[in-house]
């Protein structure tokens, strides 16, 4: 046999750099997921929507808190989305996990603004999860931290056509209540788990089918009585179609349903079980269509949710409590959209889009009239209307515009205008200043309007030292119409006529948004700040409704100043080193300023509704890991992660309280986090 030496031409691979130039968006943040892998973490595991929270522009109301907020929305302004469905509850174990798994996670954006014509839902943002695969080779990986173990297989059941990963996590946490010395707290426990599992069925390079599911619990009891449960469960069915080498097509179909349960049986009379159900159904059709410099997205997507508000009952046979339910709510909305990213020249493009959205509430349900320019309660009610099951109770509808231009000036910096309106035809009922497991869901109805977001924002982009350095400010304003807040002392639990409770607020944020940010090489580094207001204004006449006078102030969750620093540095391919601060003005509070008597009984009087603020945020984290081996020949190879939060011990403060103590009134500051928490986290890969 003869050797023969066959020369190939050069092949060149290459990729390309100033993507941020190019992008429409103002406003769009792709996070790294193999970045915030390597972040410090607070007990032991990488989060997503810790992550998040590293991005100019999103703040969160404190340590151990759920959900997020985004450029002066509140919490349940931001969309999440699993598999393309909903989720209603982002956090695990108090807030301090992430719902989703990381070991799932492909790869996240966040739209904070110029959000594209194909979401809807939400006024302030859209979280979109990409998700893991599983692929022609089995893999797999396992590790355990302090509190939590986890595992993920993924691999091949038919080569080349059939393909699923599993994911699984729970925590061991209770180990943890043993080391205080308060009895209550002793008493206490916590658990979770989540399991995700995922199917691709690839037939043809034409077709593809994921059927993919997620499952998650929480349950945690204060002391030895009241206990708290809460479920996630998400089933989604998608087919990717590609008609030709410029036309594609997406299908979806997904279920999403969140439900809580409180329930307490140490006085067994008065034992009882409460509940909240939400359940979201929706499909989506999405097409994609590339004509020369034309990239032109269109499709529909459907909705239909029902909403348990409420049921209390008896826990067991001997329980002397009385059933009770609030009449159930169903809602059908659904939008029809179009956009199209049309590069005009090579220094202009744009991307305009639209959307037709409309809902409709929906029977059997009795709607409450009142009598105009009063105060809703039972005295001002002037008729009742019902409604037979399918028949619309409410419909609201309008255009969402959406529209991007980006000027690029020259090959190293670009500039971008953005508007978008956005409706939220749903309202999470909340009096705390985060997201808690007892808060519910309320569709918009006869009495509570829609939200309306309407955001203006302006970007400017720099690459330096020759691309390597990314750089961009950004400024935006933001206006909210028919944002929903409490009259003093409002019950939120099993209300009948919540309406009466809610009064009619709207809301204005602004602020500016700046960033450097490296992400190649050895040392790579993110360095943000934000400086960001929101307001809110009540918009009644009434004297029992009128907040502050009628005048602007300061919401939950405002923090003018937040500076987010962010440092990896890579010594070799398997040890690399990371840290991170964090520095925040403190959020508003409303203190008691003054007290009186009044018949033998003490009375306080507080000053106007947030104007004071608890002490400023300051954090800084580190953590070194060290990756396993190259070596082919071992089975696993292992991984260590080592890891310091709030290094310096700072006690920071969530929240401060009051306490009528005889004829004296004391504050206490409530800190989450008061010293330093050191972590080891073992994984192997397989």
Do not use: C
């Amino acid at each position: 046999m003869k050797s023969i030496l066959i020369p190939l031409k050069e092949t060149v691979v290459s990729a390309e750099k100033n993507i941020l130039l190019k992008r429409f968006e103002v406003g769009m943040e792709k996070i790294n997921i193999q970045s915030f892998k390597l972040l410090p973490t607070s007990l032991g595991e990488a989060d997503i929507v810790k992550s998040v929270l590293l991005i100019p522009g999103v703040k969160s109301v404190g340590e151990g808190s759920a959900g997020f907020n985004v450029r002066g929305g509140t919490a349940d302004q931001n969309l999440i989305l699993l598999y393309g469905a909903p989720v209603y509850n982002s956090s695990h174990f108090f807030g301090f996990f992430s719902a989703v798994n990381p070991d799932m996670i492909k790869d996240a954006t966040l739209y904070k603004g110029g959000i594209p014509a194909r979401f809807g839902g939400r006024i302030s943002s859209v979280l979109d999860i990409g998700t893991n695969e599983g692929k022609n080779e089995f893999t797999g990986s396992a590790g355990i931290s302090p509190i939590t173990t986890q595992v993920m297989m993924a691999g091949p059941l038919i080569k080349d056509t059939l393909n699923y990963i599993i994911t699984g996590r729970t925590t061991y946490s209770n180990w943890i209540f043993g080391l205080f010395n308060n009895k209550t707290i002793r008493e206490s426990s916590a658990s979770f788990y989540d399991i995700n599992g995922k199917i691709t069925y690839e037939p043809n390079k034409s077709n593809k089918i994921d059927f993919a599911s997620y499952l998650s619990h929480d349950a945690f009891r204060f002391g030895s009585d009241t206990v708290y449960k809460y479920d996630n469960n998400i089933m989604a069915l998608k087919w990717r179609h590609i008609f030709n080498s410029r036309f594609f097509s997406t299908f979806s179909l997904n279920n999403s349903f969140y439900e809580y349960k409180i329930s307490s049986q140490k006085n067994k009379p008065e034992s009882f079980l409460l509940s909240h159900k939400i359940n979201n159904t929706g499909f989506k059709a999405d097409f994609n269509l590339f004509r020369g410099r034309n990239e032109m997205n269109f499709g529909l997507d459907l909705n239909r949710t029902v909403v348990l508000p409420g049921s209390y009952e008896p826990a067991n046979d001997s329980s002397l409590v009385k059933r009770s339910f609030i009449d159930r709510e169903r809602a059908i909305d659904g939008g029809l959209y179009a956009d199209d990213k049309l590069i005009l020249t090579d220094f202009l493009s744009v991307n305009a889009g639209i959307r037709l959205s409309s809902y409709f509430s929906t029977g059997p349900g009795r709607v409450m009239v009142y009598r105009p320019g009063f105060s809703r309660s039972g005295s001002s009610i002037i008729d009742t209307l019902d409604f037979k099951a399918g028949q619309v109770m409410k419909k609201y509808a309008g255009p969402e515009l959406r529209i991007s231009l980006n000027f690029r000036i020259s090959d190293k910096n670009s500039f971008k205008i953005n508007y978008n309106r956005t409706r939220q035809y749903i309202h999470l009922l909340t009096n705390s200043t985060s997201i808690s497991p007892t808060d519910t869901w309320k569709l918009s109805d006869y009495n509570l309007k829609p939200q309306i977001g309407d955001q203006v924002a302006f970007g400017f982009y720099q690459m330096i030292f020759n691309g390597t350095i990314e750089t961009s400010a950004e400024v935006y304003y933001k206006g909210i119409k028919n944002m929903a807040d409490f009259k003093g002392g409002a019950n939120l639990i099993m209300n009948d006529f919540i309406e009466q409770d809610i009064v009619n607020v709207r809301g204005k944020s602004y602020g500016l948004e700046l960033l450097l940010k490296k992400s190649e090489g050895k040392l790579r580094f993110t360095l943000g700040y934000t400086y960001a207001r929101i307001f809110i204004r009540s918009l009644s006449t009434l004297k029992e409704e009128v907040i502050n006078d009628g005048k602007w102030f300061p919401a939950n969750f405002d923090k003018p100043n937040d500076l987010t620093f962010t440092f990896n540095y890579l010594l070799s391919r398997r040890f690399s080193f990371s840290a991170n601060y964090t520095y925040s003005t403190g959020r508003p509070i409303t203190f008691p300023v003054a007290t009186y008597i009044m018949y033998d009984d003490l009375l306080v009087h507080y000053s106007d509704r947030n104007k004071y603020r608890i002490p400023d945020y300051s954090r800084l984290d580190l953590s070194f890991r060290i990756g396993g081996s190259l070596r082919l020949s071992q089975i696993a190879h292992p991984n260590w992660t080592f890891s310091v939060y709030n290094l310096l011990g700072r006690k920071n403060v969530y929240s401060i309280y009051f306490r009528k103590e005889g004829d004296v009134i004391n504050g206490y500051k409530l800190s989450v986090f008061g010293q330093a928490i050191p972590s080891v986290t073992f994984s192997f890969d397989f």
